[in-house]
Each structure stands twice: as C-alpha cells, then as structure tokens.
C-alpha cells in the first residue's frame, strides 16, 4: 500500500512539474485583444520580407505543421505592412492561394528565395507583381480580374489581424488559438515547441 502511495505521488509530482514547465510572460503571452477568432487553429504570422521567417519556413515549420495534433488546423497570415512592397507581395500570395496551394508555395518560395538568397531587391510594385506572377505561373490579367475580388479582399482582411500580433514579438509569429502569441525567442527544441502548442490548445 506504501509503495502505491508513493508511486502515485510521484506521478503527481511529475505531471504538477510538466504542468508548471511553461509559464505566460516567458514562454507565451496572452494576446487578449490583441488576438483574434481562430479556435482550435495554429496561424503563423509572416511576410516573406522577413528573413526571419524565411529560416523558420524552411527549418522548423514542416515539422511543425506534420507534429501537430489531430483535428488542429493551421493557416499562415502574410501581413501587408512590411517594406518594401508588402502590400504588392501580399496581393500576388494571396491570388495564389485563392488559385491552389501550389501556386501558393511556388509564389511564396520564390519571393523568399529571391530577396533573402540571391539578395535582390525589387525596383518597383510593378516589378515585385510581376515577378510574383511569374512565378505562380498567373497570367497578369487573371491577376487583375481576381485581386479586386471579394474572396481575395476577405483574405487579406483575415491576414491583416496578424499586425497587432506582429507589434508585439515581431514576426514570425505563431498564434495558438488565436490567443495565444507563443514566444520563439524562448524556445530551445522542436519538441519544446510541439510540447508547448499542445499544452496552450488545451486552454
């Protein structure tokens, strides 16, 4: 009888210690109304201006995305603010994904890889949309046609209540529940990470 006592002891003890292994403040912030309707949804917060993100989508987001739980859905906002051109990039990124989730990587890989790998810089808005399109393969007047659209202009409403998340930590950004604004800065492994979003999808 002892020895059970203090095995289920233990255990609490165990669970009480995993429990109090994330704290808000140091390893997530309650965004409040900062936050934004998204339940049971992991959202990344990004724009493919910031480098940052860039090594996140290419280092830890694949598996990431493939460890989340069952039923937890994921979607990335692409802010329009970030210079330069933001507005112009969200645009292109967001016809694509109206189009197919192909267009959509292929647009957003390209401008990653163009502005943070070959370290170039677009001249004008025309140039960062029609490099864009070229690269989703989307023909300038379909563009036209379908960026004024209400699916389109809905997107980009939806991706744009990133911005306050992003005033807080800065991007990337990832947002558990819409409430939760989990802080990458403390974060030390791929599972620390898993671990984490699991715990804050629970609250």
């Not at 203090?6 to 936050?35: P, R």
């Not at 049971?40 to 493939?66: D, G, H, L, R, W």
């Not at 800065?170 to 715990?199: C, F, H, R, W």
């Amino acid at each position: 009888m002892k020895r059970i006592l203090t095995l289920a002891a233990a255990s609490l003890l165990a669970l009480t210690a995993q429990a109090a292994e994330f704290s808000e403040g140091k390893h997530y912030i309650d965004l409040k109304d900062q936050g934004f309707n998204a339940p049971n949804q992991v959202v990344k917060v990004y724009s493919t201006n910031c480098p940052f993100c860039y090594k996140y989508e290419k280092a830890v987001m694949p598996n990431y995305i493939k460890n989340l739980p069952d039923g937890v859905d994921y979607d990335a906002y692409h802010i329009t603010t970030k210079p330069p051109f933001g507005l112009e990039k969200a645009t292109v990124v967001a016809v694509a994904k109206t189009l197919g989730e192909k267009q959509y990587k292929k647009v957003k890989m390209a401008y990653y890889k163009h502005i943070h790998d070959d370290k170039i810089k677009f001249k004008s808005s025309e140039e960062a949309t029609s490099f864009g399109l070229k690269a989703a393969g989307i023909d300038a007047a379909d563009f036209e046609a379908k960026k004024g659209s209400a699916e389109v202009s809905a997107l980009l409403t939806k991706w744009d209540q990133g911005l306050k998340v992003a005033k807080v930590k800065g991007i990337p950004a990832i947002v558990v529940n819409g409430q939760y604004l989990i802080v990458t800065q403390s974060i030390t492994s791929m599972k620390m990470l898993d671990d984490l979003t699991a715990e804050l999808l629970t609250k």
